[in-house]
């Protein structure tokens, strides 16, 4: 048994400080990147907030505002070949969505999902993106499962996750994945902290994995746990390359789910009510880390999508960064939660 006594921060427990800045206007800022994908050689440019591939979030619907604004969308992996194609010619770009799969082709699940991801792309060349999408990447078989996606589609980004730890974020882009997800546990409707007791607080995590990607020339994206605009801006002040978000886009217009009473519901993809959806794995294995949640609904997403980017605009404008890009290196935090101070400093007493 070991216990790492080094502090761990969550997004609550920083905060960005202010500094002198040459921009004028949150107009200023630069809200995309250009991106080189090194194992699927490709470059992208865009802004990198993504749509969750969640029940109401990763929606067609969701993907036609946000690509309005550059950003991307993952559509669920229940989206079938036939809703794809009924959704083509509606004015969607191909290119700002990503098709989502299970990895573990020896569950029925799983296996329906990687055939659909593939008749997707065989139907929808234009989509640059896989989003190859597990709570656990640390399952032994799931670096297999990423080379042989990249072996069959060589020159598609692949997003591979969800991990929080410096090692295997090396080991997923050395064996081909481009972009690794950060987060165990800290969104909104996932439970897997308190029914597994695993994690790593969201800010270290990016922070930690962040390096580790840079240094294989990989990239992160930050995913669970941005409640506000403001952790957006911390989660890229980190240094994530990309963040993904959930939550803050669900009970819209655009989640595509049905309004009852003023609200809309909303639940994790390993809940009870995922399962009741979209079905129950065979081998009898039952891990509820998902809550059913029921959110207000919040009519049409663009205001809240404007009302994120202008905060991370002004996040820009506070700290002197002209680009996005240059959050990071323009970044200072100052560590605020008076709780982890009292137990630091009770600590280093001792």
């Not at 502090?7 to 995309?32: C, G």
């Not at 794995?281 to 029921?294: A, L, P, V």
């Amino acid at each position: 048994m070991r216990i790492k006594e080094e502090l761990k921060l969550n997004f609550d427990d920083v905060l960005l400080q202010p500094k002198r800045s040459t921009l004028s206007s949150r107009s200023e800022v630069v809200m995309t990147r250009q991106f080189t994908f090194a194992n699927a050689d490709r470059t992208m440019d865009f802004c990198p907030i993504f749509a969750s591939n969640m029940d109401g979030v990763g929606t067609f619907s969701m993907a036609k505002v946000l690509q309005q604004h550059k950003m991307m969308t993952v559509i669920t992996k229940s989206t079938t070949l036939d809703e794809w194609k009924a959704a083509a010619g509606t004015g969607l770009r191909m290119q700002s969505l990503s098709v989502c799969t299970g990895s573990n082709v020896m569950h029925d699940k799983d296996a329906t999902d990687y055939a659909n991801m593939k008749a997707v792309l065989d139907s929808f060349p234009d989509v640059k993106m896989i989003t190859v999408d597990v709570a656990n990447a640390y399952h032994e078989n799931f670096i297999d499962f990423i080379k042989k996606v990249r072996d069959e589609f060589p020159n598609k980004i692949i997003v591979a996750g969800n991990v929080v730890t410096p090692e295997m974020v090396e080991e997923l882009i050395i064996n081909g994945a481009d972009i690794v997800k950060i987060g165990i546990g800290p969104g909104s409707v996932c439970t897997t902290r308190t029914m597994t007791g695993v994690g790593v607080p969201q800010f270290s995590a990016i922070v930690e994995c962040t390096d580790a990607a840079n240094g294989v020339n990989g990239h992160i994206m930050a995913d669970g746990g941005c409640v506000h605009p403001g952790d957006i801006a911390k989660a890229f002040g980190g240094g994530a390359h990309m963040v993904m978000i959930g939550g803050m886009l669900a009970g819209h217009d655009e989640s595509e789910q049905t309004v009852v009473d003023g609200r809309v519901e909303f639940y994790g993809m390993s809940s009870d009510r995922a399962r009741e959806k979209h079905g129950k794995r065979k081998d009898g294995y039952r891990g509820n880390e998902g809550r059913f949640i029921s959110l207000p609904y919040r009519g049409p997403v663009n205001d809240t999508v404007e009302n994120i980017l202008g905060g991370v605009r002004s996040a820009c404008t506070y700290i002197g960064a002209r680009r996005l890009k240059d959050m990071p290196k323009c970044a200072t935090f100052v560590r605020c939660n008076s709780n982890i101070n009292l137990v630091y400093a009770q600590h280093t007493i001792k």
